[in-house]
C-alpha cells in the first residue's frame, strides 16, 4: 500500500470563487438533491418529500435577505424593512429564482415513471415551484452551512430586492400574505363615500373576522383599500415589536 501523504488540495480562493445557489445544487449529495425535488405526491412518507427542507429553506432565506438589507437602509424602521422582505422573498420572487435554476426541467426529470400529467401540473405550480426553491436553500443549508449558502441566497435573491425596492408591490397583496401565515383572512368594505361625482372621496376599511384592522380613504376605492391594508401592516409590524 502506498502510504505517502497525499498532496494538499488548494485552498479555496474566495475572493475569485464565489458560491451561487445553481453552483451549490450541483455540489449536493444524491440524498439532498433527490428530496428537494420529491413531490409528496411522490413518496408513501411526507417527510421523504421537499416539504421539510422547504420549512429550513423558508427561514434560511429570510435570514439572508434581512442580512443583506439591514445594514443597507439604517434610516428604516422595522416596519419598513418587514415590508421590503416580504416582497423580496414573496412566492412569485421564489418562482423567477427557481426557474432561472431550471427548477421546472429538474422537478420534470425528477418525476417517477408513469407520473405522466400530475408532473406536467407540478411544473406549471409557482405554488410548487416556490417550495422547491425553498427546499433547495434548505438542502444546501444542511450540506454546506451558512457561510457559503448566504451570501448565495443574497447574489440570487439581488434582483428581487431590487424589484421591491424601485416597484414595491401593493399593500392588499402583501397584507395577504402576512395573514395568510396565521390562517386569517382580510375583507374590505367601503365605509362612507363623500362629495360630487366629479370629486369622489371613499373611505375603506379592512376586517378580519369582522374586527377592523385599518382604514383607508382616496378618491377612488381601490386606493382607500390600499391605503386601509397599509395602515394594517403597521399595526401588525406594531403588535409584533411590543
Known amino acids: 500500500m502506498d502510504r505517502r501523504a497525499r498532496p494538499p488540495e488548494p485552498e479555496r480562493d474566495l475572493t475569485t470563487q464565489l458560491d451561487t445557489l445553481a453552483s ?6 444524491d440524498d439532498l438533491a433527490k428530496q428537494a425535488f420529491t413531490h409528496s405526491s411522490w413518496v408513501d412518507r411526507r ?5 421539510r427542507l422547504a420549512f429550513l429553506g423558508d427561514v434560511v432565506l429570510s435570514l439572508a435577505v434581512s442580512t443583506a438589507i439591514y445594514p443597507r437602509y439604517e434610516g428604516w424602521g422595522a416596519g419598513r424593512l418587514t415590508k421590503l422582505r416580504a416582497q423580496a422573498v414573496s412566492e412569485q420572487a421564489c418562482v423567477d429564482v427557481a426557474r432561472q435554476l431550471g427548477v421546472p ?3 420534470e426529470a425528477a418525476a417517477p415513471a408513469g407520473i405522466g400529467r400530475n408532473a406536467d401540473v ?8 416556490a417550495s422547491v426553491c425553498e427546499a433547495v436553500i434548505g438542502a444546501e443549508f444542511i450540506a454546506f452551512g451558512i457561510d457559503r449558502v448566504l451570501p448565495a441566497v443574497v447574489d440570487a ?5 431590487e424589484i421591491a425596492l424601485n416597484n414595491p408591490v401593493d399593500h392588499k397583496s402583501v397584507l395577504q400574505e402576512r395573514l395568510a401565515q396565521r390562517s386569517e383572512v382580510v375583507e374590505y368594505r367601503i365605509d362612507s363615500e363623500e362629495g360630487p361625482p366629479h370629486d369622489r372621496s371613499f373611505v375603506a376599511v379592512a376586517e378580519v373576522a369582522g374586527e377592523e384592522i385599518g382604514r383607508g380613504e382616496g378618491k377612488t376605492k381601490k386606493a382607500a383599500e390600499q391605503e386601509a391594508a397599509e395602515r394594517a401592516l403597521d399595526k401588525l409590524d406594531e403588535s409584533e415589536e411590543t
Open 122 to 129: 407540478l411544473v406549471d405550480s409557482d405554488r410548487v415551484l
Open 105 to 107: 426541467e429538474r422537478l
Open 47 to 51: 417527510a421523504d418529500s421537499y416539504e
Open 24 to 29: 451549490l445544487l450541483d455540489e449536493l449529495p
Open 157 to 161: 435573491f439581488e434582483d428581487q430586492i
